[in-house]
């Protein structure tokens, strides 16, 4: 009994930070795309702490616009939900919920910190922990696959076929570009692949793990559907894409699940090639405060990965359609591949230990 | 007709450099002056000779210049002016010599900006000037009166005075 109760806390917990840093992250965003292209950006509504008698309020942190994911969220579960007549009703429905969810399941094998309170700071510690994340991370592409088809129109139609083509292809990349790692750790499980980590250096310092970080990483945009793979939802192009004829809380849904699956993207990237909690110098095990100090540098590494992620987008313009084929098929697979055997000889070698 | 793609380098083809030494640019650029106007608190600076909303001037002796033609009532596309002319009084300086509007209203919610009232003045009482930002809180408080045009129009010299010698 008492365990569930932890369980049920520590998800909570989780998915309270995730969606936290889900509705932060896009004002990041915003301020980032805006000092990139010399603006301001967002930089008036604050928290509202008072409202005094004559109708102002005192509010925190306007300068940063601290309360505009409070604004956001209000004005788009304020708009009109309009559901269009020519849509079959119950795929228009279900694909905003199949979006969102995978990308936050995807959180329960994600290992955050080592020990806190003596309870492992991860949901579920699976033996398949990898396995398991891309065959939840699959299940995004029938959100919008299903979005686009049910949405009967032209563009997100389209949306949708460019899509389903783009995930498929690169989820190929995505999971080749990751078996070397786990000859080296010798485990699936990713709470051994950060120990592993902890234990000797972060994946990412051995040369022979550089060309598959870029595969993961470059996989990862597309997987998101980031620029510069994001086809799927080709403003220029498509008027928006699979989420055209979504309005209010269900556009909002594709929104966050974008947003979500940024960050569960990151917190992968961290895990397998960032050393996850790992720091040189921090201790592995500890007290509540090295606890603390290791969920801490999960979150700073995730951060930091974020921004690139937001970087990368107002830097990078948009592939096109038989490039992003190209690039996944023709150079990142047999990259990938290759990869393999490089590692395979230098495991022969015995230069991993 | 044949068109010879340039060859590549490695680094070219690599296609990362390029990818670098962008990322380095944008990254150069969330330290830079921003160009952003706040602004409510900051306000643009209208060049002279900005084009904005029609506009009633004077002369330097703080005598209306529009003489009640109603040309540009009659010239107006959208049919924004409205004015209703009277004579000076019989004892005023410049009492005979001619009219003046008595109202002159200018509905800026019809208004279209086109310039037809500045062209047709023969007395160039009426320019578009500085102004641009027109806002109100009624359909009322939005149609100008002579006054409200008059404060915003301010004065413009006037070279030839041709009234003084009336």
């Known amino acids: 009994m008492e365990a569930i109760l932890i369980h049920l806390i520590k998800i909570a917990c989780v998915l309270g930070v995730v969606l936290f840093i889900c509705a932060y ?199 998101t559907n980031r620029l510069p793979f994001d086809l799927p939802e080709a403003e220029q192009e498509l008027a928006g894409g699979y989420n055209v004829e979504y309005s209010s809380m269900k556009f909002a849904m594709f929104f966050m699940a974008e947003y979500t699956s940024m960050i569960a993207a990151s917190a992968l990237m961290v895990t397998l090639f960032l050393g996850g909690w790992s720091l040189p110098f921090v201790p592995a095990t500890g007290g509540v405060l090295v606890g603390l100090a290791h969920i801490c540098i999960f979150l700073a590494k995730l951060f930091a990965l974020l921004f690139f992620f937001i970087w990368v987008r107002w830097t990078l313009p948009r592939f096109r359609y038989d490039q992003l084929m190209g690039l996944g098929w023709k150079v990142f697979l047999p990259l990938a591949l290759l990869n393999v055997l490089i590692v395979a000889g230098v495991i022969i070698l015995g230069w991993v230990k | ?54 506009v009633l001037v004077k002369d330097e002796e703080g005598r209306v210049k529009c003489v009640a033609c109603q040309l540009c009532e009659f010239v107006c596309p959208p049919r924004a002016i409205t004015i209703k002319p009277m004579e000076y009084p019989e004892n005023a300086k410049y009492g005979k010599v001619e009219k003046i509007p008595a109202e002159f209203d200018i509905d800026m919610l019809r208004c279209i900006y086109c310039g037809y009232c500045e062209e047709v003045c023969p007395e160039q009482a009426i320019f578009l000037r500085g102004p641009y930002s027109v806002t109100g809180l009624s359909r009322k408080a939005m149609v100008f009166n002579k006054e409200k045009l008059l404060e915003l129009g301010g004065t413009l010299p006037d070279p030839i005075k041709k009234w003084q010698k009336k």
Request: hydrophobic share 50%.
């Open chain 1, 25 to 223: 992250i896009v004002l990041v965003e915003r301020r980032v795309c805006a000092f990139i292209q010399d603006r301001l950006g967002p930089n008036r509504v604050g928290i509202p702490l008072w409202i005094r008698k004559d109708g102002s309020a005192i509010t925190l942190g306007g300068k940063w616009a601290l309360g505009q994911p409070l604004v956001d969220a209000c004005k788009s579960l304020l708009k009109e939900d309009f559901v269009p007549a020519h849509v079959n009703k119950l795929y228009f429905w279900l694909a905003p919920m199949l979006a969102m969810s995978p990308a936050l399941i995807v959180f329960a094998v994600i290992p955050f910190g080592s020990k806190l309170f003596g309870e492992s700071m991860i949901l579920a510690d699976v033996n398949v922990g990898i396995l398991f994340v891309f065959a939840i991370a699959s299940f995004t592409v029938y959100g919008i696959m299903l979005a686009g088809w049910s949405s009967n129109s032209k563009y997100p139609f389209l949306g949708g076929i460019r899509s389903s083509a783009q995930l498929i292809s690169y989820e190929i990349c995505l999971g080749l570009s990751v078996i070397p790692l786990f000859m080296q750790v010798e485990s699936l499980k990713l709470s051994e692949v950060v120990t592993w980590q902890s234990n000797h250096l972060w994946l990412i310092c051995y040369p022979w793990n550089w060309l598959p970080a870029l595969i993961f990483l470059a996989s990862s945009f597309a997987e």
């Open chain 2, 1 to 54: 007709m044949k068109l010879e793609r340039p060859k590549l380098t490695l680094a070219e083809r690599l296609y990362l450099p390029a990818i670098l030494s962008g990322l380095a640019l944008t990254f150069s650029h969330i330290f830079r002056k921003k160009v952003t106007l706040q602004y409510p608190e900051e306000k643009p600076e209208i060049p002279p000779g900005y084009r904005g909303q029609p």
